[in-house]
């Protein structure tokens, strides 16, 4: 199948952006995957000895990918200790 790509592309040598940006999407979407089933806390892939990695979060743990305006060592906690 790549043979194919490589020899469509050679023929047709404007389909090379093309074939470069559905490939560099097809990358991030599976890295961006990669880091949510990671990263996570929503995630748990050991239920034995970690049941339940959301309530071990601190008030200043960022979880998520980008804060905007959020220092998150500046915040204090408010909720009560699980």
Known sequence: ML??????AK???SLIP???FIGA???GAGLY??????FNPDVSWDR???PDPWNK???DDQYKFYSMNVDHS???KEGPDF
């Open 3 to 8: 043979h194919q790509i490589m020899g469509q």
């Open 11 to 13: 023929k047709h040598p």
């Open 18 to 20: 093309f074939l470069v």
């Open 25 to 27: 999407g097809g990358t």
């Open 33 to 38: 995957l990669l880091h949510l089933a990671l």
């Open 48 to 50: 034995k000895n970690h």
């Open 57 to 59: 979060l601190g008030p």
């Open 74 to 76: 500046k915040l204090k």
